[in-house]
């Protein structure tokens, strides 16, 4: 079965160049779940 599962995680910052740095360590942490196939980060700086 495959699941597509969208994750909402508010932020005022940071944004653009800034998210790489800091959001690489939960990138690398989501990245071991078991049978992940892909993910994709996005941000709306309009909602955060």
Do not use: H, V, Y
Not at 9 to 33: G, K
């Amino acid at each position: 079965m495959l699941i597509l599962l969208q994750i909402d995680i508010p932020s005022a910052r940071p944004f653009f160049e800034e998210m790489t740095p800091a959001f690489s360590p939960l990138a690398e942490d989501i990245n071991q779940e078991t049978g992940l196939i892909w993910k994709i980060w996005i941000e709306n700086p309009n909602t955060q």
